[in-house]
């Protein structure tokens, strides 16, 4: 069982890390370790972890030899994730990243190929709304084979103003500079969203066909020199791929900053049924619908769900915890290593796409 988590960045969402610890097996036997160069931040992280051990870099943290079941969390902005999961892969520990796993999609095959090389595994922090009820009924249904040949699906989250760095999180500014984010509204929130949507259908292969990536004019109050070059309203066209050599086609919308109307749901339609659920945004009504034939009418069930972060695991919690239970051999819905590339690769596709004009073609890549 892992005794050792060592944290890699001391800032906001490692904390939420720290505080899952809680709710491991054994949680009073794990060492915490935590790295990061910024003084005041990890000040200020020691407060609220008192019993943490903490470093100012990453490298002498990581410097005592590995146990076979330590785990790495790396908890710092996406354009530093290669190399120092890279560092900690190589240190012989397992290592989890915080989503976007990395910059682009070469940056992740390296990452993968270390973890490969050094037999440990890579996981993303992208899994938060797996286990969530409406998406547990979806995959129960298109398991049943409920919805019939699945023909199209619809996901949109568009929300006129909740941009990282901006309205959410405004202290944390490098969420707009592209150099240190590698994009806005889609390198932040998509990740979470094809790893649910590809845990749902699992692609062999995902086409994007077309894209687009704009940032909206609104009035902003930024710092001066802060750099704000990221996109904040995004869509795509795909064709998802099965593997029993079916396709369907998606349509995928996304905004942080926009001037169309909010709307946050996805619909998935099949020749047998349609389901339709709320994705969790301020006005949600938490509701699912399934619709189908029924002697030639139509008929509607419609099934309220608890709002996604009620659950026996608190949604902040979940990405450590089924990474822990794959890394101490449970089952686990963790995404890691083939999976993890292939779901990130999924985003970077949309912005290839978008900035070459050419249509992109991510395959799944089995060890
Ligand atoms: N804040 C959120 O709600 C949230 C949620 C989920 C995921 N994430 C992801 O987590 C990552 C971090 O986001 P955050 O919001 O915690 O950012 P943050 O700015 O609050 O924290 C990042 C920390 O990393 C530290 N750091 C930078 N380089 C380092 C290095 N070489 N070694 C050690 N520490 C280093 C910084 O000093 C900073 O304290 C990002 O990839 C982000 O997308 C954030």
């Known amino acids: 069982m892992t005794h050792r988590i060592y944290l890699v960045g001391a800032g906001i969402i490692a904390r939420s890390h720290a505080a899952a610890i809680k709710g491991l097996p054994a949680a009073d036997s794990i060492q915490l370790f935590v790295a990061d160069p910024n003084a005041a931040t990890l000040n200020t992280f020691a407060k609220q972890f008192p019993a943490a ?45 915080e989503k976007p796993l990395a910059m682009d999609r070469e940056e992740a095959r390296a990452m993968l190929a270390v973890a490969r090389q050094r037999g440990r595994l890579l996981g993303c922090c992208s899994v938060r709304y797996f286990g969530w009820s409406p998406f547990e009924e979806t995959r129960r249904l298109l398991e049943e084979g409920a919805l019939g040949s699945i023909y199209h699906v619809r996901f949109t989250f568009v929300e006129q103003r909740n941009r990282p760095g901006i309205e959410y999180q405004p202290e944390t500014l490098w969420f707009l500079d592209c150099s240190k984010s590698g994009g806005g509204t889609l390198m932040d929130r998509a990740p979470y969203e094809f790893s649910m949507l590809n845990a749902l259908f699992q692609p062999t292969r995902v086409e994007v066909l077309n894209a687009w990536l704009v940032d909206p004019v609104t009035e902003l109050h930024l710092p001066e020199g802060v750099i704000n070059d990221v996109e904040q309203h995004a ?15 998606m349509h995928y919308e996304r905004a942080s900053a926009t001037h169309s109307t909010e709307q946050a749901d996805i619909e998935i339609s099949g020749l047998k049924g349609a389901l339709r659920w709320d994705w969790p945004q301020r006005r949600a009504r938490n509701l699912l619908t399934h619709s189908y034939d029924h002697a030639g009418q139509a008929e509607t069930k419609t099934i309220t769900f608890p709002v996604y972060y009620q659950g026996s695991i608190p949604f902040l919690n979940k990405p450590l915890h089924y990474f822990y239970q794959r890394v101490n051999g449970q089952d686990s819905p963790a995404v890691v290593n083939e999976q993890a590339l292939f779901n990130f690769s999924c985003v970077r596709a949309i912005y290839d796409c978008a900035s070459t004009g050419q249509p992109q073609s991510v395959v799944f890549e089995r060890e």
């Open 53 to 97: 051990r903490t470093f100012s870099d990453a490298e002498r943290m990581l410097a005592e030899e590995a146990a076979d079941d330590d785990i790495v969390v790396i908890a710092t902005p996406p354009s530093t994730h290669r190399a120092l999961a890279c560092a900690a892969l190589e240190s012989g520990r397992h290592v989890l990243c």
């Open 235 to 249: 869509g795509a066209t795909l064709r998802y791929h099965l593997r029993d050599e079916a396709a369907f086609i």
